[in-house]
């Protein structure tokens, strides 16, 4: 089946820096969504990416949907404390309806 | 507007009891999914549907039933739980229009089978 890998698994960050996270795959995608999930709850979506190529900004988020359809990037300005928790990358098939694909996620941790 | 609400929120179950989970949508959204989510790995899709009197199997359908037959709600059962069925399960709901692929997520119940 389909599958997505996140980098980096995990990263530990200096509040005020900034993020950068990548999802790729050896498939190709219609569409990327990012999502956020803190701890005990569910995930929430944060930027939704529909063309190759396409750069999509949400306040301090930052995400790119690759030129080649198989990866996109999430980048994270002046990180702050509640900036912590899992990102998500999920890809959304060709030709299989709205089904998508989540990757592992990237745990991110911000020192003060 | 609540958006998508699951009950119950814990869960524990012994090996071989039965149980429903339910997940209810506000937002008049056509599609409701099921996943299952465990540690160190992406979310799995279990079953989901397109629409009322529809569902469907996803990834991991199998141990586990759905049912759709409401517009608002998606129920997942449960028939005779196993240990590995431990896991968090999360409900979400999206609309098929024209840009709009993003799926809304519950805040997700968290089940142990012992």
């Known amino acids: 089946g389909q599958q997505l890998n996140q980098s980096p698994q995990s990263m530990f960050i200096q509040e005020g820096e900034d993020v950068s996270m990548n999802c790729t795959s050896s498939?190709?995608?219609?569409?990327w969504l990012w999502y956020k999930q803190d701890p005990g709850e569910g995930p929430v979506l944060l930027i939704a990416l529909y063309k190759a190529g396409e750069l999509t900004s949400n306040g301090r988020l930052t995400a790119q949907f690759g030129i080649t359809r198989k990866d996109s990037f999430l980048n994270i300005s002046a990180s702050i404390p509640s900036d912590v928790g899992i990102y998500f990358c999920?890809?959304?098939?060709?030709?299989?309806?709205?089904?998508?694909?989540f990757g592992p996620g990237t745990r991110l941790s911000v020192l003060p | 507007n609540a958006g998508v609400t699951q009950t119950p929120k814990f869960r524990v179950l012994k090996t071989g009891q039965s149980m429903t989970l339910l997940c209810a949508q506000d937002m008049n959204h056509e599609y409701m999914y099921w996943y299952r989510q465990d540690p160190g790995m992406g979310l799995r899709l279990i079953h989901y549907s397109v629409g009322e009197g529809t569902t469907a199997k996803g990834e991991v359908p199998d141990g586990y039933n759905v049912s759709r037959l409401k517009k608002q709600n998606f129920l997942l059962g449960l028939e005779s739980a196993a240990p590995s069925q431990t896991s968090v399960y999360f409900c979400?709901?999206?609309?098929?229009?024209?840009?709009?692929?993003?799926?809304?997520f519950g805040p997700g119940t968290r089940l142990t089978v012992t």
């Open positions: 498939s190709i995608f219609n569409t």
């Open positions: 979400a709901s999206s609309s098929p229009g024209s840009s709009s692929y993003e799926q809304y």
């Open positions: 999920a890809g959304r098939v060709p030709n299989y309806g709205q089904n998508f694909v």
